[in-house]
């Protein structure tokens, strides 16, 4: 298993621009997320889905977007990149055998993003 | 909404030494787990500890969900130790994780 996998592993955006940042997982797991860590801080919560086609904000969801088709991929889109979207993010996921509880959570190896 | 405090914020360690990590959080939780986060930034899990304890080689957690806290134990440090350590938990099955702010330690030969 590769686990959780995300490209790209840089990039540099220039202010107004837009891309997509990749996740995905080949552990069927059900729960997937996407966080921020800024400079010396701990791990912000952007989006999370509890499963294909169900998404839903987490704590800085603003400037972002998310969509999940399928249990493997939950890309983040970065519309209209500002300086203050500087961060390096995280993919992860988990697993749910009930469906009210989730076990440990999966780390990707993060994207690093600059906005100038 | 919850808050969780680690401490201590930093930690330097001489390599062989123990060390103890602190998770205080505000309310009740029903998860709790211990990351860490390499050099190179990669997370990795170490406990999913949301009551009681485990160990896992030099790791140990344990939690005293009554009392809200949770204490990462690591013995006989190595520098591959080294990193920042996150605690993070989930209050009723909210679906996600909130972090604490984490404990750097630094660990030399």
């Known amino acids: 298993n590769a686990g959780v996998t995300q490209t790209p592993k840089f990039r540099i955006l220039k202010i107004g621009q837009s891309m997509t940042l990749q996740c995905t997982q080949d552990?069927?797991?059900?729960?997937m997320y996407w966080y921020r860590q800024d400079p010396g801080m701990g791990l912000k919560l952007i989006y999370y889905s509890v499963g294909a086609g169900i998404t839903d904000k987490g704590e800085v969801p603003n400037g972002y977007n998310v969509s999940r088709s399928t249990t493997e991929d939950f890309p983040l889109r970065l519309e209209l990149a500002a300086p203050s979207q500087t961060s390096v993010y995280f993919c992860?996921?988990?697993?749910?055998?009930?469906?009210?509880?989730?076990?440990?959570?999966?780390f990707g190896p993060g994207t690093r993003l600059t906005v100038t | 909404g919850i808050q969780v405090e680690q401490s201590p914020p930093d930690l330097i360690l001489q390599e062989g030494a123990n060390s103890t990590l602190r998770c205080n959080f505000s309310d009740s939780v029903n998860n709790l787990q211990w990351f860490h986060q390499n050099p190179w930034g990669q997370l990795i899990n170490l406990f999913y500890?949301?009551?009681g304890t485990k160990q896992n080689g030099r790791l140990s957690a344990t939690t005293v969900a009554t009392e809200r806290y949770s204490l990462l134990y690591i013995s006989s440090s190595q520098t591959t130790d080294s990193g920042v350590y996150f605690c993070?938990?989930?209050?009723?099955?909210?679906?996600?994780?909130?972090f604490g702010t984490g404990t750097r330690l630094q660990v030399f030969p």
């Open positions: 552990m069927n797991h059900n729960y």
């Open positions: 993070a938990v989930e209050r009723g099955y909210t679906d996600k994780l909130i």
């Open positions: 992860a996921s988990s697993y749910t055998p009930s469906g009210t509880m989730f076990y440990e959570q999966y």
């Open positions: 500890i949301p009551s």
